[in-house]
């Protein structure tokens, strides 16, 4: 069976903001060099570079960054898409960050990428160690969810999704990790696309993406199929998995 490969990045293939560790770039290299794989991340090029050793980065078939608002392949930049917050988005973003009963606020709380905005109450400035105390506040709070509805509420041409530890992604409806997903099924709809991601949950922003294979069930030969992650160590034991049954 024709299979191509794609994977999120942060927290499936890497520990979270943090780079590969060594034993997984050896594995994970070795496994690029026997199958076609394809990166999907919702961060930029830039943190790309930090996490995804040069090597990988160059085996790999393309590496979709800002949830496949902009499209890498070798050193070429294939294609990036636009987007200009409304300043009512804006305004209610700098609204919630001065309200949200979470202390600390580090910086860099807003950061504008390929077609979309990525928005962090803590702030990008943050520690790593800020970072998980964020993550443990929000899943008793719930801040995330919470801002997410607001959005979705105020905002109907737009959809945001909850990724990482400490941010969401606001885009408008469709430029989500979906669009990577058809890109590569149009382009080869003889193959078996199998997905690896830690947000795979509604809300998640790797739930579009298999929300389109869901969608693309009936009519999809090979069948596709995402796997849910809860962190580095799950992909490694998939790729372990995946090669033994191959």
């Given at each position: 069976?024709?299979r191509i490969?794609?994977f999120?990045?942060?927290?499936?293939?890497?520990?979270s903001?943090?780079?590969?560790?060594?034993?997984?770039?050896?594995?994970?290299?070795?496994?690029c060099?026997r199958?076609r794989?394809?990166?999907?991340?919702?961060?930029?090029?830039?943190?790309?570079?930090e996490?995804?050793p040069?090597?990988?980065r160059?085996?790999?078939?393309?590496?979709?960054t800002?949830?496949?608002?902009?499209?890498?392949?070798?050193e070429d930049i294939?294609?990036?898409?636009?987007?200009?917050?409304?300043?009512?988005?804006?305004?209610l973003?700098e609204?919630?960050?001065?309200?949200s009963h979470?202390?600390v606020?580090?910086?860099?709380?807003?950061?504008?990428?390929d077609g979309?905005?990525?928005?962090?109450?803590?702030g990008r400035?943050?520690?790593?160690?800020?970072?998980?105390d964020?993550?443990?506040?929000?899943?008793m709070?719930?801040?995330?969810?919470?801002?997410?509805e607001?959005i979705?509420?105020?905002?109907?041409s737009?959809?945001?999704?909850?990724?990482?530890?400490?941010?969401?992604?606001?885009?408008?409806q469709?430029?989500?990790?979906?669009q990577?997903?058809?890109?590569?099924?149009g382009?080869?709809?003889?193959?078996?696309?199998i997905f690896?991601?830690?947000?795979l949950?509604?809300?998640g922003?790797?739930?579009?993406?298999?929300?389109?294979?869901?969608?693309?069930?009936s009519?999809c030969?090979p069948?596709d199929i995402?796997?849910?992650v809860?962190g580095?160590q799950d992909t490694?034991?998939f790729?372990?998995?995946?090669?033994?049954?191959?």
């Amino acid at each position: 069976m024709k299979r191509i490969f794609m994977f999120d990045v942060d927290g499936t293939l890497t520990p979270s903001r943090l780079p590969m560790t060594d034993e997984m770039a050896k594995m994970f290299k070795g496994f690029c060099e026997r199958n076609r794989v394809i990166l999907v991340t919702g961060s930029d090029m830039s943190k790309v570079v930090e996490q995804i050793p040069e090597p990988i980065r160059d085996l790999v078939e393309g590496i979709y960054t800002c949830s496949g608002n902009a499209l890498t392949i070798g050193e070429d930049i294939i294609y990036e898409n636009e987007f200009q917050p409304p300043d009512r988005l804006i305004e209610l973003l700098e609204n919630w960050k001065t309200y949200s009963h979470y202390p600390v606020k580090t910086g860099r709380h807003l950061e504008y990428r390929d077609g979309m905005l990525n928005y962090s109450t803590v702030g990008r400035n943050c520690t790593q160690e800020q970072r998980e105390d964020y993550e443990a506040w929000d899943l008793m709070n719930g801040e995330r969810k919470i801002l997410r509805e607001r959005i979705l509420h105020m905002f109907p041409s737009l959809d945001c999704a909850i990724g990482g530890q400490i941010s969401i992604d606001i885009y408008p409806q469709g430029l989500d990790k979906s669009q990577s997903y058809h890109k590569v099924k149009g382009e080869n709809p003889d193959h078996s696309i199998i997905f690896c991601g830690d947000r795979l949950m509604p809300g998640g922003n790797d739930y579009p993406f298999s929300k389109a294979m869901g969608e693309n069930h009936s009519a999809c030969r090979p069948l596709d199929i995402a796997i849910p992650v809860t962190g580095w160590q799950d992909t490694k034991r998939f790729l372990i998995n995946s090669e033994q049954a191959s």
